[in-house]
């Protein structure tokens, strides 16, 4: 404060001098304004160094005025030089924003030059008292600008301050007032002089300024970084709080200071080479470094500046043990076998996961490399098998952030199927919705393989329980014990089989005469070397009854050949040996019907003589009582032929025919036969009603249903009873009806009663064919069956046939025209002589050139060598390799034109048809019907040629 009071007493006195001076060249406005200008000048600078420049210019100013006093006699040149200086003190002053001032004392008249007129924003020429100018300061300034400036008149000594006006427009300015206080030749003060220079841009930014540096500083206080700054001779310049804390030193300890005396550690570890080469590269140096004193980790970064070194770090010590740590985990992770993917959530959730990490076992399971899997979504593994509902749970677990376990087929980067049992959870932000989704897992395939397999083998297994019957036993040798599957109950009704003692309770089921058999078997097989066992017996169910079973096991044995337990399994067998009992009485029916057959076929070689000689006995004998000896013969041999077909129907040798039938013939047909059939405890009633009608049927199989019905009606009567057959019209059907009053069936019995094989028949008595074989036929001729029956009330079989309209009746025709005959050559085949000599002395008579054959191979040959032959009448059986069918065949083949007419005792006529071009003829045949059949195929071969 003193220097400046010296400053400003060696300022007033020079600028006495430049008054005193200029006094005499110029007026006292002019003399105050440039006084006022330099002062402000001067007064501009740094007070350090004002006052030596303010003496300077005052000496300087003085000088010039001596040189110029000369001259001042010359008016022209005076004010030429006044001029000069006033514009060169206007253009300081506006640079400057510079204007000057002058109060007069004692009357304090103001005087303002015009640059200050322009600082205030006011017009000039208004007149402003001293009052006014003061008012123009800001009023908060007032009070001091008046004792600045009274002090200055009281004292004389000048003052400098800034302050704020209220300039045009009532804004606020910031200037720099300067005031200097002038004095007379007396030495009195006569005036106040002084400077207003425009300070406000310069404050503004010096204000600025200054809050940035506060707000600097604050920063540097604040920010979470440590801070300090090195000058170019490696000391501390400043560090802020942070720093302090990191350090462990008050910065006031440390400014000025040389670091590597302060931190000696620093200088002999990585620290100093780094922030050297920073400075010598002018390059940032970013490192972390463990310092042991402090036992810290920091991460610093150093910005090398032409002042020195910047240096920032912070302390890291806790990143750097996550680091680590993180670090081990994700070793640990990489190095496991369970792979684990991490997928970031998007926003929205439907936007579905994007993968940002997998682990080793990822990339060994699926082939996919870590830079394949980044980027995509974890769907990209999945595959055409995958199973859609399994992947919409997982959508759906994901979009409700969470946690899921699921096992999923994925598909490997080769293609290769492969199972992943994956669990899948959520992170969960601040916000509670899931950034990432964590997936581990592992691949199961083997054991999915391993369970598919077992469930294979357990639904192979069930199934094979299901299909069986068998029961399951597991025997326990040493303690006797029995382990049973459900079967045992389900298959024989034995609930709660005990285990312990399970062999005494097995004995115990076994039939009294088979157990002591069974039961040396199974301990012989247990006591010797055996493997298996296998016995056949009858066990006894859980109603009372025996089943014939299959008892068979497999024993296990230690090392030692000790038997230790056997496992296998009953199964019954009952239904099986009643089966191929019924299987034996088929075989021997059927070798029973082959013998039939056979004996039925011959038998019509023998009725075809028969007939044909008793027909011609008939035709040619004239006396009354031998005509009527031939008649009853022929008629006996026709009914011999009704028996042989019906026999061939029994052996199934008779196919079907159906044609119109009158629904009474057969019941009258076979009258005779039922009742040597029923026996004679048995009466048989026949109710036939003459409007029964037609119906479109074959007689023969319509006649052995019927006897079959009687005959079941007869086993149900063994003590005897009564059999009605009955016929009459039902609407749209004809009805015959075969009642007995036998032991009747109950509802059970009623259901099966056309189940083939069903007989309630014992063993051996019956086939189970009977009703069934009805069945098929009555449905075959388009009618129905039905059964009324009850126990003990008889049973009532009725038979419905639909009747044919009078249209489809045919017309019965009789015909006592003479034989046909010929003169035509015709080649008859038959093996059996007295049918062959039958059918030549019958066509010779008619008037055919005959030649007869034995066999097919003889005929063939007489065709090459005997012919030619308008016919070939050939039996169907014959001994040799060729049978009647076949020479027909290759007769027709070289022969076309040539008829063949095949005739058979087996009436085999579906199947002879087929190989033969004209109609068959079966056996026996008559002599009328032989010449018919002859003659119709002739002619009806004439008209094809």
């Not at 070194?309 to 680590?324: G, I, P, S």
């Not at 199947?911 to 002739?938: E, V």
Request: charged share 25%.
């Amino acid at each position: 404060m003193q220097e400046m009071q010296r400053g400003n007493v060696v300022a007033g006195k020079g600028f006495r001098t430049l008054v005193t001076g200029l006094r005499r060249a110029l007026d006292q406005f002019s003399a105050g304004l440039v006084v006022g200008g330099i002062s402000g000048f001067v007064l501009a600078w740094p007070t350090q160094n004002a006052w030596p420049w303010a003496v300077g210019v005052t000496l300087l100013i003085g000088w010039r005025f001596r040189q110029n006093r000369g001259l001042l006699s010359e008016t022209g040149h005076q004010a030429l030089d006044i001029y000069g200086n006033q514009s060169l003190l206007e253009i300081a002053g506006k640079t400057a924003k510079l204007g000057g001032w002058m109060v007069h004392l004692p009357d304090r008249r103001l005087e303002w030059s015009d640059e200050t007129w322009a600082i205030h924003e006011r017009p000039r020429g208004e007149t402003v008292t001293f009052e006014q100018g003061l008012g123009y300061f800001a009023p908060e300034w007032r009070d001091s600008i008046t004792r600045h400036f009274e002090a200055c008149v009281a004292t004389g000594l000048p003052y400098d301050t800034e302050v704020e006006i209220i300039a045009g427009a009532s804004r606020r300015k910031w200037v720099r007032a300067i005031g200097v206080a002038i004095r007379d030749d007396m030495g009195r003060i006569s005036r106040i002089q002084g400077s207003l220079q425009d300070i406000d841009e310069r404050k503004r930014l010096e204000n600025t300024a200054r809050d940035l540096k506060r707000r600097f500083a604050e920063s540097m206080e604040n920010i979470s970084d440590a801070f300090f700054q090195l000058d170019t001779d490696w000391r501390f310049t400043y560090l802020n709080h942070q720093a302090e804390r990191l350090l462990e030193r008050p910065r006031s300890m440390l400014l000025g200071r040389l670091i590597w005396q302060e931190f000696p550690e620093a200088s002999s570890g990585i620290i100093r080479p780094h922030y050297e080469r920073a400075v010598r590269e002018r390059k940032t140096a970013d490192f972390e470094v463990f310092y042991e004193s402090l036992g810290v980790w920091f991460s610093v970064t150093a910005y090398p500046g032409s002042g020195g070194l910047t240096v920032y770090f912070r302390d890291v010590t806790k990143r750097y043990a996550a680091d680590q740590h993180l670090r081990l985990l994700e070793m640990a992770i990489s190095r496991i076998d369970d792979f684990v993917i991490i997928a970031q959530a998007a926003s929205p959730p439907e936007n579905g996961l994007t993968i940002v990490y997998v682990n080793d076992a990822f990339v060994r399971i699926t082939g996919y490399s870590s830079d394949d899997a980044l980027g995509r979504s974890p769907s990209f593994l999945q595959g055409h098998r995958t199973d859609a509902a399994t992947i919409e749970e997982i959508s759906s677990a994901v979009s409700q952030s969470k946690a899921i376990q699921v096992e999923i087929l994925n598909y490997a980067r080769d293609g290769r199927e492969y199972w992943a049992e994956t669990s899948i959870a959520p992170i969960v932000g601040p916000d509670g919705r899931a950034t990432h989704f964590v997936a581990t897992g592992r691949d199961i395939t083997g054991k999915k393989r391993a369970e598919e397999r077992l469930a294979e083998s357990e639904e192979r297994f069930s199934i094979v329980a299901m299909m069986t019957t068998d029961a399951i036993w597991d025997w326990d040798i040493a303690t006797g014990d029995v382990q049973w599957n459900s079967n045992i109950a389900s298959v024989f009704g034995h609930d709660d089989v005990p285990v312990e003692d399970g062999f005494r309770e097995w004995e115990a089921k076994i039939h009294p005469e088979d157990r002591a058999r069974v039961v040396s078997s199974v301990l012989a097989a247990i006591d010797g070397k055996a493997e298996t066992w296998v016995e056949e017996f009858r066990f006894r169910r859980g109603t009372g009854t025996y089943a014939e079973v299959l008892d068979q096991g497999h024993i296990i044995r230690n090392a030692k050949a000790k038997a230790t337990r056997m496992v296998g399994g009953l199964r019954d067998i009952t239904e099986i040996r009643l089966n191929e009992a019924k299987r034996l009485q088929a075989q021997r029916l059927e070798a029973i019907g082959q013998l039939t057959g056979g004996i039925a076929h011959d038998f019509n070689n023998l009725l075809t003589v028969l007939i044909g000689t008793a027909e011609t006995l008939v035709d040619e004998i004239g006396e009354p009582r031998l005509s009527a000896v031939a008649q009853l013969n022929h008629k006996a041999a026709r009914q011999g032929a009704a028996l042989t077909r019906q026999l061939l129907t029994f052996a199934g040798r008779q196919p079907l025919e159906p044609a119109a039938l009158n629904i009474n013939s057969p019941v009258l047909a076979i009258e005779g036969l039922l009742t040597s059939a029923l026996g004679e405890a048995i009466v048989l009633h026949l109710q036939i009603d003459p409007a029964a009608g037609y119906v479109r049927a074959d007689a023969a199989q319509l006649e052995a249903s019927l006897i079959n019905l009687c005959i079941n009606a007869r086993d149900a009567m063994p003590d005897g009873g009564s059999v009605t057959i009955s016929t009459a019209p039902s609407g749209d059907d004809a009805l015959i009806q075969i009642s007995d009053n036998g032991f009747g069936m109950d509802a059970d019995t009623r259901a099966k009663a056309f189940e083939p094989f069903f007989t309630t028949k014992p063993f051996g008595k019956g086939s189970g064919l009977g009703l069934s074989t009805v069945y098929g036929f009555v449905r075959q001729s388009e009618g129905r069956i039905e059964i009324e029956s009850e126990p003990g009330k008889g049973t009532t079989v009725s038979l419905y046939f639909p009747r044919l309209t009078p249209t489809e009746i045919p017309a019965e025709t009789f015909s006592n025209r003479a034989l046909d005959g010929g003169n035509e050559c015709i080649l008859v085949v038959e093996d059996d002589p007295m049918v062959r000599g039958f059918a030549a002395e019958t066509l010779i008579s008619l008037g055919y050139s005959i030649t007869c054959a034995a066999d097919a191979t003889e005929a063939l040959r007489m065709l090459k060598t005997d012919g030619p032959f308008d016919l070939v009448f050939s039996d169907v059986v014959m001994p040799g390799p060729i049978d009647g069918r076949a020479m027909a065949s290759k007769i027709t083949a070289q022969y076309p034109n040539l008829p063949v007419v095949l005739t058979t005792g087996y009436a085999d006529i579906e199947r002879i048809g087929a190989a033969s071009s004209a109609k068959p003829l079966p056996k026996p045949y008559s002599r009328r019907g032989l010449g018919k059949a002859l003659r119709d195929a002739i002619d009806a071969s004439r008209d094809n040629r």
